[in-house]
């Protein structure tokens, strides 16, 4: 697990967006209340579990915000341990292929793939990436 070259893909591909200034300012507010990188982990956890909420409702738009809001949350964790570098690498994974099957479900296709394709820069066997990138 390389979770410093993987930060480095998530912040260019996830923070490369318009308007993610007013998002940044947001997730910079909670950084300073809850700097602990434990605490940020699980905020994205929590950001993952209610994305996953809205997917089953087909709430495929809500659910991807949400997993985009928690990934570029994930790209400000300070990893001090091999846990966390365990969770950190976990969720960045599930995160980007969540973020996949949503692109995929709303006809977004070639972002869809291109999430695919970071997860199996870092996860090469990764079967959900590799069937998801063949559709």
């Known amino acids: 697990m390389d979770p410093m070259g ?3 893909v998530l912040i260019g ?3 490369d967006d318009d308007g993610v200034g007013e998002e940044l300012s947001g997730i ?4 300073m209340q809850f700097g602990e990188p434990d ?3 699980q905020m994205c956890v929590n950001m993952k579990e209610e994305g996953n909420l809205l997917f089953k409702k087909n709430l ?3 659910a991807l915000s949400m997993y985009d809001k928690a990934t570029k949350l994930l790209c400000f964790a300070l990893i001090e341990n091999e ?9 960045a994974i599930s995160l ?3 973020l996949a099957l949503c692109a995929f479900k709303l006809n977004l296709f070639a972002q869809g793939r291109e999430l695919c394709s970071i997860v199996l820069n870092f996860y090469p066997a990764n079967v959900k990436a590799l069937y998801r990138r063949a559709l």
């Open 6 to 8: 993987l930060q480095a």
């Open 13 to 15: 591909f996830h923070l």
């Open 28 to 31: 910079l507010n909670f950084m």
């Open 39 to 41: 605490d940020l982990l």
């Open 60 to 62: 495929y738009d809500e």
């Open 83 to 91: 846990e966390q570098n365990s969770r950190f690498f976990d969720l």
């Open 96 to 98: 980007n292929l969540n």
